[in-house]
């Protein structure tokens, strides 16, 4: 469903990154109060695990749950950004928390972060880091 965020091309890319990099941080230092700020009410969390990592079965709906979720994984888990990467145009990061990593993004409506999108896939994971040690070959 679409709910009027940007998909695709963001006429503000500045704003977009700037959006990103405090969701990021706040996830690494664990400030509830900043990830409040930054999701909108209906936010959803969609994580892709593709059966061979540990990941949400199901989407996470609403801006609380999100922060609820995020916030368990933070008391079990330190979550580190390990690289800033571009996914799909928009500024991504790989992340690193507990035993795996996990390749983060947003989509936004606005000032607020409208979805997040979490891949943990292992074999998706295989690929990208491929193409990452690829372009630092070339």
Avoid at 85 to 114: H, M
Wanted: hydrophobic fraction near 35%; proline fraction near 4%.
């Amino acid at each position: 469903h679409n709910r009027g965020h940007t998909r695709g091309f963001d006429p503000q890319p500045t704003e977009h990154c700037h959006l990103f990099e405090r969701f990021t941080g706040a996830l690494e230092t664990g400030d509830l109060d900043a990830l409040q700020d930054l999701l909108s009410s209906d936010a959803v969390a969609y994580s892709d695990g593709g059966g061979k990592a540990r990941a949400a079965p199901h989407p996470v709906v609403g801006g609380d749950k999100v922060i609820a979720f995020f916030a368990a994984l933070r008391r079990h888990h330190a979550i580190h950004v390990d690289r800033r990467i571009e996914v799909n145009g928009q500024p991504g990061a790989l992340l690193w928390f507990g035993r795996q990593y996990q390749l983060l993004s947003v989509d936004r409506t606005g000032d607020k972060i409208c979805e997040i999108h979490s891949i943990m896939n292992p074999d998706k994971l295989k690929y990208l880091c491929g193409q990452l040690t690829t372009e630092h070959t070339n």
